[in-house]
Nanobody, 120 residues
Framework: QVQLVESGGGLVQAGRSLRLSCAAS????????MTWYRQAPGKERELVAS???????NYADSVKGRFTISIDNVKNTVYLQMNSLKPEDTAVYYC??????????????WGQGTQVTVSS
C-alpha cells in the first residue's frame, strides 16, 4: 500500500528556516514528480514547488529565491528547504507524488499535511 509520510513542520519566527520532508513507500516502481502544495485558513490550496525525477523544478512566484525543492530518487523522498520564512507562509503543507507503481498503474497520492506556522 502506497504511503506518503511528511515531516518537518513546526512553529518558527519570521526570517528563520524549516525543512520539510515527504517520503513515499509501498509498491513504487518510479516516482515521476513530487509537488508541495499549501493551504492557509480560508484560502484555496496552492502550488508551492514541484520537482521531476530528472530534477526539473518549478516554483510559485511568492517563494522563488527563498524555497528550494529537491528529490532523492533512491529514497523516493522530496525535500522543501524553506528559508527567510514570512508570516504569510503559514499554512498546512501537503505533499503530492505522481508515481508509477509495480502494478503498472500511474496515479498521484497525497500526504496527510504538516503545519507550518511563522510568527512575526
Amino acid at each position: 500500500q502506497v504511503q506518503l509520510v511528511e515531516s518537518g513542520g513546526g512553529l518558527v519566527q519570521a526570517g528563520r528556516s524549516l525543512r520539510l520532508s515527504c517520503a513515499a513507500s509501498g509498491g513504487i516502481f518510479r516516482v515521476n514528480a513530487m509537488t508541495w502544495y499549501r493551504q492557509a485558513p480560508g484560502k484555496e490550496r496552492e502550488l508551492v514547488a514541484s520537482v521531476t525525477s530528472g530534477g526539473s523544478t518549478n516554483y510559485a512566484d511568492s517563494v522563488k529565491g527563498r524555497f528550494t525543492i529537491s528529490i532523492d530518487n533512491v529514497k523516493n523522498t522530496v525535500y522543501l528547504q524553506m528559508n527567510s520564512l514570512k508570516p504569510e507562509d503559514t499554512a498546512v503543507y501537503y505533499c503530492n507524488a505522481d508515481m508509477s507503481l509495480m502494478t503498472r498503474t500511474r496515479r498521484d497520492y497525497w500526504g496527510q499535511g504538516t503545519q507550518v506556522t511563522v510568527s512575526s
